[in-house]
């Protein structure tokens, strides 16, 4: 393993990747290989983008030709597939670039890396292809049930990576990992935008009753999960990877409130998400028997992430404009304007 091919690494978890193993590993190659949709951000990798291990490739991991011309220009012998739409209300008013990239790119890479004879390939994925789940823990063999079309793409691509590893007999790995969080996360995503809305004193639409429990996992400790498995986990396996710091979503709104300083009256409760799931929560006991620890307390990754918010505006300021507001109007305008209603004739409905 020397010379990799990250694709998607121009967005949140990737880039952070791409630091960590350039930094981690003086000997490895990192290629990005990303399509710079609206999430991919070129600023997330300025730290790295000047060091001679580090190159990019603009391309599309669902364009056959793109992905072969990648994999011999830079003699890849190792593909970490972030790529992805990762957005589930996106995946709801358009399902269609899901499928594209989260299954169909998924074959793709796979089919080409089979052919170019890569070493091995890693798929990060999400606990969401279990589905919901009320009590206990999802363990790596139980049942696939997504409940949003982001997640089923991701369950599609999943399988295929899958059938590569028991047809051709492909070396693969897969991680399923929790709600992330940290520096360099696009603002779509509930903690930072709760972060940067509250930053500017705007209301925060909380979907439903805000009692959906997620596990949130800091992406250094996620980056240093996949660094493990992609060395040490065994062909043809999948890996859970969770923070085990469960939270009701209305929970992490005012943890993040408290330590910006802001009232609890910015919370718009507003009609929820089709589709919610009520709780996600990872068994990743599979995981420590490799040797994973958890670096990083959820209480000082959370500091350490509301201070870079507030100390990189000009990264996040830039963002939110044009096409993240049309967005923002499709996907809040309503829901807000209901619930400013509600509240102002005092209905609970």
Request: aromatic content about 12%.
């Amino acid at each position: 393993m020397k010379n990799l091919l990250v694709t998607g690494a121009a967005g949140f978890i990737g880039s952070n990747f791409v630091r960590y193993m350039i930094h981690k590993y003086p000997d490895y190659n990192v290629t990005v290989f990303d399509k710079l949709t609206y999430a991919g951000n070129l600023d997330n990798l300025k730290p790295v983008e000047d060091n001679p291990r580090y190159a990019f490739v603009h391309g599309d991991i669902a364009e056959r030709a793109a992905v072969r011309a990648a994999l011999a220009a830079h003699d890849i012998d190792t593909i970490v597939n972030f790529a992805a739409e990762s957005h589930v209300d996106r995946s709801i008013m358009d399902p269609d670039a899901f499928i594209h990239s989260n299954s169909f790119g998924v074959y793709v890479l796979l089919d080409e890396g089979l052919k170019a004879g890569i070493e091995r390939f890693h798929q990060v994925s999400t606990d969401e292809v279990y589905g919901s789940i009320k009590e206990g823990f999802f363990k790596e063999g139980d049942p696939f049930e997504p409940n949003s079309p982001y997640a089923a793409s991701k369950a599609g691509g999943e399988l295929m990576v899958r059938a590569y590893h028991i047809t051709h007999g492909m070396n693969t790995v897969i991680t399923r990992g929790s709600n992330t969080f940290g520096p360099y996360q696009y603002p779509e995503k509930v903690m930072p935008f709760f972060l940067t809305e509250a930053l500017d004193d705007r209301p925060l639409p909380l979907y439903g009753d805000g009692m959906q429990v997620r596990d949130w996992l800091y992406v250094d400790d996620h980056c240093s999960a996949i660094d493990l498995v992609l060395h040490e986990g065994e062909p043809g396996e999948a890996y859970n990877v969770g923070g085990e710091h469960e939270m009701h979503n209305i929970d992490l709104t005012r943890a993040l409130l408290q330590i910006l300083g802001k009232p609890e009256s910015l919370i718009r409760f507003v009609a929820d998400r089709p589709g919610h799931d009520g709780r996600y929560a990872l068994d990743c006991g599979k995981l420590y028997s490799l040797g994973f620890e958890h670096s990083f307390s959820f209480e000082s990754a959370l500091a350490a992430t509301v201070e870079w918010y507030k100390a990189n505006e000009w990264w996040w300021r830039k963002i939110k404009t044009g096409e993240y507001l049309e967005y923002y109007k499709k996907q809040y305008a309503e829901r807000m304007a209901k619930a400013q209603s509600s509240d102002s004739t005092g209905s609970a409905d």
